[in-house]
Each structure stands twice: as C-alpha cells, then as structure tokens.
C-alpha cells in the first residue's frame, strides 16, 4: 500500500536500500524501502509514522467495502486518478486549479491521490447541484 500510494517517496526508499547495500555492506528486504519511504513522507507533510500509514490502511479498507459490498472486483494495476480524470475531466480540472491554489497559499504539494480525492468532492458537490 506505501508504495501504491506514495510512490515517489517509496523509490526514495529502495534507492536508499540500494546505497545502505553498496556503502555498508549491509543487505535490507526491500519491504524496508516502505518504512523509509514513511520517513520522507513524515518529514515532506510534517505528519509522524502512524498518521503516514493510516492512510494507506483506510484506502485499502475503502476499496475492500466498496468491492465487497458491489460485488465488483478493482484492476488494482489500474491507475485510480486516471479513471477519475477521464471520467470527471471537468472536476479533475478544477480540483487541479484547486490543489495549486492550495499550493501557493499554503506552501505545501499535493500529491497525485489528495488531487483526486478533490475531484471526487467536487463530483459529489456537482451530483448534488444536479
């Protein structure tokens, strides 16, 4: 799940587990790349370890009741933002007009899943317009 939802900082972790490998000798199983992506996740949204993995776990969750509960089965290798900005490319815009005013004002990146997850909200705030 760490390294579904933030990816950039779990390739952080595996380059990590390369150089610790290379430079000490030292060989780590790569679910540690997980652990050190938390890390950089922790110090990126100044969140601590258990708030970086409760987010994962909740998605993870979220997407069991959603299957169990429609009976559908999710192509986990399919991009979820991919499907949402084709689906909703009219909210996935504006909630990318959002994230970067999110950005400037409050000095702080978005990642590719908070952008999404406003599309879904302001999806939901359109249906309800509607």
Same mark, same amino acid.
């Given at each position: 799940?760490?390294?579904?939802?933030?990816? &950039?900082?779990?390739?952080?972790?595996?380059?990590?587990?390369? &150089?610790? !490998?290379?430079?000490? !000798?030292? +060989? %780590?199983? +790569?679910?540690?790349?997980?652990?050190?992506?938390?890390?950089?996740? #922790?110090?990126?949204?100044? @969140? #601590?370890?258990?708030?970086?993995?409760?987010?994962? #776990?909740?998605?993870? $969750?979220?997407?069991?009741?959603?299957?169990?509960? %429609?009976?559908? =089965?999710?192509?986990? +290798? /399919?991009?979820?933002?991919?499907?949402?900005? &084709?689906?909703?490319? *009219?909210?996935?815009?504006?909630? !990318? *007009?959002?994230?970067?005013?999110?950005? =400037? @004002?409050? +000095?702080?990146?978005? /990642?590719?899943?908070?952008?999404?997850?406003?599309?879904?909200?302001?999806?939901?705030?359109?249906?309800?317009? $509607?």
């Amino acid at each position: 799940e760490i390294k579904r939802f933030y990816p &950039q900082e779990y390739e952080l972790g595996k380059y990590a587990i390369t &150089q610790i !490998k290379e430079r000490l !000798k030292v +060989e %780590l199983p +790569e679910d540690e790349a997980g652990f050190i992506a938390l890390h950089f996740v #922790n110090a990126e949204y100044g @969140t #601590n370890i258990r708030d970086a993995l409760r987010f994962p #776990n909740q998605m993870k $969750e979220i997407l069991e009741i959603v299957t169990r509960e %429609l009976g559908i =089965k999710l192509d986990e +290798e /399919s991009d979820l933002a991919d499907m949402i900005s &084709q689906k909703y490319p *009219k909210e996935f815009a504006c909630s !990318k *007009k959002v994230a970067d005013y999110i950005e =400037k @004002t409050a +000095e702080c990146r978005l /990642s590719g899943e908070e952008v999404m997850y406003l599309a879904i909200h302001i999806r939901r705030i359109t249906m309800a317009e $509607e």
